[in-house]
């Protein structure tokens, strides 16, 4: 055998050995991926990593981790793994869709939209991609072009039940109930038993104030999906409108429990360094007056230990990654609602009765547009039961760039009490809530300087925002409340555009333009703010005491729906 026949054959030999290693790299993948169905991952893992080691850089191995690090919440990790199959194999639609969807989850919704953008530039028949692209176009308030994307979708597959449904969510957005309730029904008649459509159908009929209807349409939905904590609080809300408040208050609570109290709790790769501080603080609250069992002992020393490893490093990021031992410490509370405070409606009610109902609806109608604040808005009753309540509820589950978190209606900021409040303040001032009802509420905490919320405006009728925290925490006593600009939001600008605060320059550019002055009220304990919904408000800079129960804390009650106004 001469020189070149050596050299083939060893190229054929060399070759024989790719070839088996592949066979086996896809034998293994297809092995790894069934596991990987069972929601068995920990042996998908290992068995993907295997396949790699006979294949290195093969794209589907690459691919296939990618999905299981975003199944388990490593969404830096899915995005590196993703983009690495992407450079091994740049023409597969498929692997830029699920990095689309990948962007998305990590709230990167712009690049989400590129990546299904080159997913449809590979396969423009790619129906899911185009379904995706809406969505990540309606998270931008992008809703016209996303109502466009969801038609494209139903083009190329008309019985598409989830584009359906998403067009009628585009169409809510967009202020076309009719057109909303329209495709909610097309896709009932496909699917009837598409919970999402079925709850979807109930809050455009609550916006249009059909409320039994609603009601039908929120129950039909918790009847396919019993656990479905939206279609809970939607069905809250249609009972708080009814006055049945007991099973108002007994769904909210529902709606929490099932996002918060599941056997498995969301695995969680980052959290801002607040949140961290403030559990920390919240549960040694806690265990120094005998509210929590000793059980949770271990979790306090891991919040500890994470808090004492930020005070010592010198990195300002606001975010921190959190290792697997970390995660594994902390998973079994961390997302758990570990205990409510007492927050009883009261019997004699919640409102100040010395408040002046004449004089302060004449103030709110008087002004246009409408900004004014009321003192001493409940009885010092319901303001220390309301305060109790926040300080021990361990409800505060969202947390922000700013250094503040919160918690809305349906995820644990709900008690009696609170619902008394709402449907007092409706009843006492006819003349300034008319007939808007409780669309929305929640509650932010905020660290001791920090800054709070960005510049936006709110999806309602009428804003009522209040603070609880004691005048002694505020070390400025001329700051800390709110600032209310005095010129309302387009009405053609949608919730997305006045809430995204990469918008910021927008907003701050059409105020100048309108020549809109901002009206500061500084704030003050059990002091109310009312104002227009759509007037564009932000926190007023703040400084208070460092101490957990000196944490500024303020209330927002929403009524009404801003397009469709009594």
């Not at 991609?129 to 038609?151: F, H, K, M």
């Not at 809970?232 to 007994?250: I, K, P, S, V």
């Not at 997302?335 to 007492?342: A, C, S, T, V």
């Not at 619902?419 to 929640?442: S, V, Y």
Request: aromatic share 8%; charged share 25%.
């Amino acid at each position: 055998m001469n020189r070149a026949e050596r050299r083939r054959q060893d190229k054929l030999g060399e070759k024989a050995i790719v070839s088996d290693r592949t066979r086996q790299a896809l034998a293994l993948l297809a092995e790894g991926a069934s596991h990987h169905q069972a929601g068995r991952l920990q042996q998908a893992e290992s068995i993907y990593r295997q396949a790699l080691d006979l294949h290195p850089d093969h794209p589907e191995a690459l691919h296939l981790l990618g999905l299981l690090a975003y199944r388990v919440g490593q969404l830096d990790k899915a995005e590196a793994l993703l983009c690495k199959a992407i450079r091994q194999d740049a023409q597969n639609p498929l692997y830029h869709f699920n990095l689309g969807v990948v962007l998305q989850k990590d709230g990167r919704t712009e690049e989400a939209a590129e990546s299904y953008r080159k997913a449809l530039s590979l396969n423009p028949n790619y129906v899911e991609a185009q379904n995706n692209l809406g969505n990540a176009l309606r998270d931008v308030g992008q809703v016209q072009e996303a109502i466009d994307a969801y038609r494209r979708a139903l083009a190329l597959k008309p019985h598409y039940v989830e584009a359906h449904n998403n067009l009628g969510v585009a169409f809510k957005e967009h202020g076309d109930l009719d057109r909303s309730l329209a495709s909610y029904e097309e896709a009932l008649r496909l699917n009837p038993n598409h919970a999402e459509a079925h709850c979807n159908k109930g809050i455009a009929c609550q916006e249009q104030g059909r409320i039994e209807e609603a009601m039908t349409a929120f129950q039909s939905a918790l009847h396919v999906r019993p656990d479905y904590a939206k279609a809970h609080h939607g069905l809250g809300l249609a009972y708080q409108w009814q006055q049945q408040f007991d099973l108002a208050f007994a769904a909210l609570r529902t709606s929490a429990d099932l996002q918060h109290n599941r056997d498995r709790p969301t695995p969680i790769a980052r959290v801002y360094r607040s949140r961290i501080k403030h559990d920390a603080e919240q549960i040694q609250y806690l265990f120094d007056r005998d509210l929590l069992a000793p059980e949770h002992a271990p979790y306090l020393a891991a919040l500890k230990s994470l808090n004492h490893r930020l005070d010592q490093e010198s990195d300002s990021a606001k975010q921190l990654s959190l290792d697997n031992q970390a995660r594994v410490t902390i998973a079994p509370s961390f997302n758990r609602i570990l205990h409510y405070g007492d927050s009883p409606a009261l019997a004699h009610g919640a409102l100040n009765p010395e408040l002046h109902v004449e004089e302060i609806e004449g103030r709110y109608l008087a002004r246009k547009p409408e900004i004014m604040f009321v003192d001493n808005l409940l009885r010092e009753e319901a303001l220390r039961s309301l305060v109790r309540f926040c300080l021990e509820s361990t409800i505060w589950k969202r947390d922000y760039e700013n250094g503040y978190i919160g918690a809305f209606l349906s995820e644990g900021f709900c008690s009696p009490l609170i619902l008394q409040i709402a449907e007092e303040l409706r009843l006492r001032f006819p003349r300034i809530f008319r007939d808007h009802r409780l669309k929305q509420g929640w509650a932010f905490k905020y660290d001791s300087a920090l800054t709070g919320l960005n510049i936006h405006a709110d999806a309602a009728a009428v804003n009522v925002n209040f603070w609880i925290t004691a005048d002694e925490a505020n070390l400025d006593p001329g700051s800390g409340g709110l600032a209310v600009w005095d010129k309302e939001a387009p009405k053609e600008w949608n919730f997305k555009a006045y809430n995204d605060v990469r918008n910021r320059g927008k907003i701050l550019e059409f105020l100048k333009d309108q020549n809109a002055k901002p009206v500061t009220i500084p704030y003050r304990e059990n002091r109310a703010v009312i104002f227009n919904s759509d007037l564009f408000h932000e926190t007023d800079r703040f400084r208070f005491k460092d101490e957990y129960e000196s944490r500024r804390v303020n209330v927002t009650l929403l009524y009404g729906n801003r397009l469709h106004e009594a």
